[in-house]
């Protein structure tokens, strides 16, 4: 029975890079940034649902069972982030290619904003990127936490000139323009750190582990 299931599976997984490969072959004849980004795409949506990484597993998951190793991905993962963030800067900058960064400004409605999403997360069971990848799977319940997705997206987007009017917003920060691009990264790079060895220290303290 096992041998017949993973032969079923075997077939499966090489009809599914056939597949792939003739769709990524018919799009680099339309267009090569296309087929990048599909391939990318791909890519990605694979590994998020090898790994089951996901914001609200890495935020909810410490408070509801002590587990924080998704916490820890999570905080390798602006560790990264932040690192290659600088070196393109950096290179940008010794090549004279001029940057332009999107440095939003603060309100009332972010705050507000990201309470009901923080609490949509929860209630749907996952973020943007793990909703989809459930789509994916096959549950349909999904459906309906990206319909409300999609709504809350378009409501944010049609009334958040009314935030700014009545609440106003705070300029946003770059640290950077601040402190320096080496004072900053010290110091991002050290709270990153420190957080997680707080991860690491709650999981043993819950699980023993």
Known sequence: MEHSSFRSQWKWNIGFILFLTLLLTLLSQISISLTLITALGISLGFVLQKSRFCLV???RDP???GMTQL????????????LGFALVSWGASQRNI???LNVFPMGV??????????IGMVLAGGCTSGILMRIGEGFAMQWV???GLVVGVVLGERSVINWRNAFGEWPGIFLPDILGWVP???LEISALLALWQLARWWQKKQLGE
């Open 57 to 59: 597993s890495a935020l």
């Open 63 to 65: 408070i509801l069972i």
């Open 71 to 82: 916490t820890r991905a999570f905080l390798l993962l602006l560790g990264i982030s932040i």
């Open 98 to 100: 001029p940057l332009v």
């Open 109 to 118: 409605h972010t705050v507000v904003g990201g309470l009901l999403f923080g």
């Open 145 to 147: 936490a990206f319909f």
């Open 184 to 186: 900053t990264l010290i």
